[in-house]
């Protein structure tokens, strides 16, 4: 007899790992670098629960001394199940174990109500309510608008948005040269834009990041009037 055809369709083929994010390099080229942090991911929503925003930071403590639960317990006299307990938010610990924490730790027991005390703060800027800032370099016909500023929080880094118009050509162009780093997006115009001792012409839809501690400033107008943000980071502890 014949060999029946078999009815067995082929196995779908696995899904190929989605490739890592692309980075340009100085030269133009693409380069592929993992991203060491999920954009999506959603930290405990039990943060605002006192027991879990004490188990956070008796671990963060802990871990930033880099000694084990272990460890912990027999300096405490506090088993190893209900310091697991603890750090992972499922007991409201005593005073009397927060007291024995902050002594083995080198913390105030007030450092373990940090998390749940902290606020997190947001800047809304409607559309032409940035306020106008004097930079190094601001001159007429050279506009800095400042949309949004947060001082001290608790990521550690300082962010300035800029919206920057130029409406007037200049012979002189201001240099800057400070702390932290720097992104430019072109929004109207064009531009020549110097960074080092490297020069981009940029365009609506480019952007640049870049270094901020070298020399950096507007090499040439090319078309005006011209519009870009410029975001600027820096650590807390620096001048921006």
Do not use: W
């Not at 997190?120 to 400042?146: C, I, M, P, W």
């Not at 507007?218 to 870009?228: A, F, K, N, S, V």
């Amino acid at each position: 007899m014949p060999n029946k055809t078999s009815d067995t369709k082929p196995a779908a083929a696995a899904p190929k790992d989605k490739a890592p994010p692309k980075r340009v390099s100085a030269d133009g080229r693409s380069i592929r670098t993992p991203l060491t942090q999920n954009p999506h991911a959603i930290r405990d929503t039990r943060e605002k629960v006192l027991e879990v925003a004490i188990g956070h930071e008796v671990r963060a403590f802990r871990k930033k001394l880099g000694i084990t639960v272990a460890d912990l317990a027999a300096a405490t006299d506090i088993s190893l199940g209900m310091l697991s307990k603890i750090e992972n938010g499922i007991t409201s610990p005593s005073l009397t174990t927060l007291q024995a924490l902050s002594r083995a730790l080198g913390v105030p027991v007030t450092a373990f109500f940090r998390r749940f005390e902290e606020e997190h703060s947001a800047v809304f800027v409607k559309a032409g309510e940035g306020v106008d800032v004097e930079r190094r370099g601001t001159r007429a016909g050279h506009q800095y608008n400042l949309l949004g500023h947060i001082g001290a929080n608790t990521s550690g880094v300082v962010v300035e948005p800029y919206l920057i118009t130029l409406t007037e050509n200049s012979d002189v162009f201001p240099t800057f040269q400070h702390a932290g780093m720097e992104f430019l997006y072109m929004l109207e115009g064009e531009v020549v834009y110097r960074h080092g001792n490297n020069l981009y012409p940029m365009k609506p839809g480019d952007s640049l990041f870049f270094d901020a501690d070298a020399p950096h400033g507007p090499e040439e107008l090319t078309q005006l009037p011209m519009r870009y943000l410029s975001i600027i980071c820096y650590p807390q502890n620096s001048a921006g």
